[in-house]
């Protein structure tokens, strides 16, 4: 049985965010409100609350942004896909939070340009031309070469957008 978390470190890291409660993974470090009793008098700490701001248990919570920019052909990739990509950009730039951003970024630029359909075809011919013998040789045709073209096309265009 293989695993798709090929490193043992990466394993157990995930074991451990899974079996971690969501509020140990979300603190936000803000301590939460007391709730209010209704008919008591306010509770004044001598910091100001901002207009809208949470009250009760909900008060220090992280608030999901908004996604202004969500386009639906972005989310046709799957998610293996998309990490697999991230982890080979890594490896191949450097591992740190700001080129997993810039890789990160890449795969959406990609996304947008590329149906999954023709990256996954493209990335089928690209693996099995890495192969030796008459079974890769029939990846080096030329009939294969517009699939591919178009993915380092629009590997090209995220390159420019995002590094």
């Known amino acids: 049985m293989t695993s798709l978390l090929p490193f043992p470190r990466m394993r157990s890291l995930a074991l451990i965010l899974a079996l971690l409660p969501l509020p140990a993974i979300a603190q936000t470090g803000t301590p939460a ?3 209010e009793v209704p008919g008591a008098a306010p509770q004044h700490t001598g910091e100001a609350t901002p207009p809208g ?3 009760g ?3 220090g919570a992280v608030r999901a942004a908004p996604d202004l920019h969500f386009d639906e052909r972005l989310n046709d990739y799957p998610t293996l896909a998309r990490a697999d990509y991230i982890f080979a950009c890594l490896a191949t730039n450097g591992q740190d939070r700001n080129t997993m951003r810039r890789c990160a970024c890449s795969i959406d630029v990609i996304a947008s340009i590329l149906p999954y359909e023709a990256y996954e075809k493209a990335e089928t011919i690209l693996s099995m031309r890495l192969g030796t013998g008459e079974r890769a040789g029939l990846f080096r045709i030329p009939a294969t070469q517009a699939g591919v073209a ?3 096309r629009a590997q090209a265009e995220a390159e ?3 590094f």
């Open 150 to 152: 178009d993915l380092r």
């Open 53 to 55: 701001a949470a009250r």
């Open 57 to 59: 248990p909900d008060a």
């Open 33 to 35: 409100a007391p709730p």
């Open 160 to 162: 420019m957008t995002c």
